[in-house]
Nanobody, 126 residues
Framework: QVQLVESGGGSVQAGGSLRLSCAAS????????MGWFRQAPGKEREGVGQ????????QYTDSVKGRFTISQDNAKNTLYLQMNSLKPEDAGMYYC???????????????????WGQGTQVTVSS
């Protein structure tokens, strides 16, 4: 059974940084598509970025390009989201998600992902 566990959320001031981690079990991080999503209160869940870990190919939503970086540690079977220059509008619950093993990344939409973590809260104060 796939289990994804996020950690690293917290409260920071605007301009600060956080690194989120997603530890996977029952799922091999290498050679798969994994993503990060976020959801603010009253808003739909939106894709932040995704990575095809087989080739470390990444894709980001426009609002985070140049500020956020997704990376992987295959030895630790862990996915990361480095968030720099955080803005108040980046606040929300952040979720790690995975597509079925062997699937490449396509459209960055929640419906494409079948396994989800419980989320970690990010708060950014102005």
């Amino acid at each position: 059974q796939v289990q994804l566990v996020e950690s690293g959320g917290g409260s920071v001031q605007a301009g600060g940084s956080l690194r989120l981690s997603c530890a996977a079990s029952g799922y091999t991080v290498s050679s798969s598509c994994m993503g990060w999503f976020r959801q603010a209160p009253g808003k739909e869940r939106e894709g932040v970025g995704q990575i095809y870990t087989g080739g470390s190919t990444t894709q980001y939503t426009d609002s985070v390009k140049g500020r956020f970086t997704i990376s992987q540690d295959n030895a630790k079977n862990t996915l990361y989201l480095q968030m720099n220059s955080l803005k108040p509008e980046d606040a929300g619950m952040y979720y790690c998600a995975a597509r079925k093993p062997g699937f490449s990344c396509g459209f960055l939409g929640p419906s494409r992902f079948v396994s989800w973590g419980q989320g970690t809260q990010v708060t950014v104060s102005s």
